[in-house]
């Protein structure tokens, strides 16, 4: 065969002219589709140097710009059989798969993306992402939608206790305050040093005025750190001079506190609301009186204190009377104790007296003869004693 370009005669199998290099032309017997992949074939034996030594540099341009006509030299055969040895270059992804390192790489993408699949699918489903959803929808005041998921965190990992203060805190907000106070007591016998759950209490029965608990629960506490919170959340509570009880008499009271000021009621209301301002002792009449006082200082309010007084008047004793009866010869005066605020009224002609008659002013001088001094005793509550009859026989010598 000679070439068309210069007549010299082409071996036969060569690709080329040795003389110009001119690509032989022949006539394809494979599929014009196999084109790329023959002139990438002659591309890669010039490089590796497999063409002839005085072969033109120009050969790879010649064979480019000329890659659409013909792609030269080797049979339809050779072709198939080279794409056959080299499966690296089938195009595709048959061609990927049948490269071993592209292959490796697409078999550790796909186990790297169940990986991911799998994290997420057990990250979604997990405490911590149940919790970190209630907290965001806790900014959002969406506390019913946080307690969704607060609850779903509980059911997860029952032990524990994040979720249950948070839920708790809810609850509070949510004034359910049984289902709050449940999980932080729950929370306190699991962990009885947990500074927020005895936080989370305090608030909660100060909200619902239930001092008795709060008092209780803070005789539970001994570590100084759950002293100090309920210090620092707590004001002291009032002190009352005189105790709850029975009396039959007028009771004063004073009311103290440490810090802050008093509010008081006399009728068993809140003294949180509406109390009166204590600023001296005030005295209990008869009758039966619930006194509550607190103490308040900016936004700290102490325990309720609560104390009921029952006054019921007794009638007075009889009055003092010296001397109390007897003979006499010598002029003699009587006296009467008269208590602070009472009153004494007497006569002398036997009859009952009443505050119309003589009242006991000072000594009274006894009458000559045999005689009865009566008397009554009128306390300042208007209370009236019995008659008491003293009996005196003074006669002169």
Same mark, same amino acid.
């Given at each position: 065969?000679?070439?068309?370009?210069?007549?010299?005669?082409?071996?036969?199998?060569?690709?080329?002219?040795?003389?110009?290099?001119?690509?032989?032309?022949?006539?394809?017997?494979?599929?014009?589709?196999?084109?790329?992949?023959?002139?990438?074939?002659?591309?890669?034996?010039? $490089?590796?140097? %497999?063409?002839?030594?005085?072969?033109?540099?120009?050969?790879?341009?010649?064979?480019?710009?000329?890659?659409?006509?013909?792609?030269?030299?080797? =049979?339809?055969?050779?072709?198939?059989?080279?794409?056959?040895?080299?499966?690296?270059? %089938?195009?595709?992804?048959?061609?990927?798969?049948?490269?071993?390192?592209?292959?490796?790489?697409?078999?550790?993408?796909?186990?790297?993306?169940?990986?991911?699949?799998?994290?997420?699918?057990?990250?979604?489903?997990?405490?911590?992402?149940?919790?970190?959803?209630? %907290?965001?929808?806790?900014?959002?005041?969406?506390?019913?939608?946080?307690?969704?998921?607060?609850?779903?965190?509980?059911?997860?990992?029952?032990?524990?206790?994040?979720?249950?203060?948070?839920?708790?805190?809810?609850?509070?907000?949510?004034?359910?305050?049984?289902?709050?106070?449940?999980?932080?007591?729950? *929370?306190?016998?699991?962990?009885?040093?947990?500074?927020?759950?005895?936080? $989370?209490?305090?608030?909660?029965?100060?909200?619902?005025?239930?001092?008795?608990?709060?008092?209780?629960?803070?005789?539970?506490?001994?570590?100084?750190?759950?002293?100090?919170?309920?210090?620092?959340?707590?004001?002291?509570?009032?002190?009352?001079? *005189?105790?709850?009880? %029975?009396?039959?008499?007028?009771?004063?009271?004073?009311? =103290?506190?440490?810090?802050?000021?008093?509010?008081?009621?006399?009728?068993?209301?809140?003294?949180?609301?509406?109390?009166?301002?204590?600023?001296?002792?005030?005295?209990?009449?008869?009758?039966?009186?619930?006194?509550?006082?607190?103490?308040?200082?900016?936004?700290?309010? $102490?325990?309720?204190?609560?104390?009921?007084?029952?006054?019921?008047?007794?009638?007075?004793?009889?009055?003092?009377?010296?001397?109390?009866?007897?003979?006499?010869?010598?002029?003699?005066?009587?006296?009467?104790?008269?208590?602070?605020?009472?009153?004494?009224?007497?006569?002398?002609?036997?009859?009952?007296?009443?505050?119309?008659?003589?009242?006991?002013?000072?000594?009274?001088?006894?009458?000559?003869?045999?005689?009865?001094?009566?008397?009554?005793?009128?306390?300042?509550?208007?209370?009236?004693?019995?008659?008491?009859?003293?009996?005196?026989?003074?006669?002169?010598?």
């Amino acid at each position: 065969m000679k070439c068309s370009k210069c007549g010299a005669e082409i071996d036969a199998g060569s690709v080329f002219c040795k003389k110009c290099g001119e690509p032989v032309q022949m006539v394809p017997d494979y599929n014009i589709l196999e084109d790329d992949f023959l002139i990438s074939l002659l591309e890669e034996e010039k $490089s590796a140097g %497999k063409t002839e030594e005085n072969q033109p540099e120009t050969v790879g341009q010649n064979v480019q710009s000329d890659k659409k006509t013909s792609a030269g030299g080797k =049979s339809a055969s050779t072709a198939k059989k080279a794409v056959e040895e080299n499966p690296e270059k %089938k195009k595709g992804f048959a061609g990927l798969w049948a490269n071993k390192k592209a292959r490796a790489g697409l078999i550790g993408g796909i186990i790297a993306l169940c990986l991911v699949l799998v994290f997420l699918t057990v990250y979604m489903t997990s405490y911590d992402h149940y919790v970190a959803k209630g %907290k965001t929808l806790d900014t959002k005041e969406d506390y019913t939608g946080a307690l969704v998921y607060y609850n779903r965190a509980i059911e997860k990992n029952d032990t524990k206790t994040k979720a249950k203060i948070l839920a708790a805190n809810d609850y509070i907000k949510l004034e359910e305050y049984d289902t709050a106070e449940s999980l932080l007591l729950e *929370v306190i016998a699991q962990d009885d040093d947990n500074v927020s759950a005895y936080k $989370s209490l305090i608030v909660l029965y100060l909200a619902t005025g239930d001092y008795d608990k709060l008092t209780n629960l803070q005789t539970q506490v001994s570590s100084q750190k759950l002293l100090d919170l309920f210090n620092d959340n707590l004001l002291s509570a009032p002190v009352f001079s *005189v105790d709850g009880g %029975k009396y039959d008499d007028d009771v004063t009271i004073e009311l =103290s506190c440490k810090t802050g000021k008093i509010y008081y009621t006399l009728d068993g209301s809140d003294p949180t609301e509406g109390g009166i301002l204590y600023t001296e002792a005030f005295t209990l009449e008869e009758g039966t009186t619930t006194v509550k006082a607190v103490c308040e200082n900016d936004d700290k309010t $102490s325990q309720v204190v609560e104390k009921n007084y029952k006054i019921t008047y007794a009638d007075p004793d009889y009055p003092v009377v010296t001397p109390s009866g007897g003979s006499f010869t010598t002029p003699t005066t009587i006296t009467v104790e008269v208590p602070e605020g009472a009153s004494v009224y007497y006569t002398w002609d036997g009859t009952t007296p009443t505050q119309a008659s003589a009242k006991y002013t000072g000594p009274i001088e006894m009458m000559e003869g045999n005689n009865i001094l009566s008397l009554i005793l009128v306390d300042k509550h208007g209370k009236t004693s019995d008659v008491l009859e003293c009996n005196y026989k003074y006669i002169p010598q």
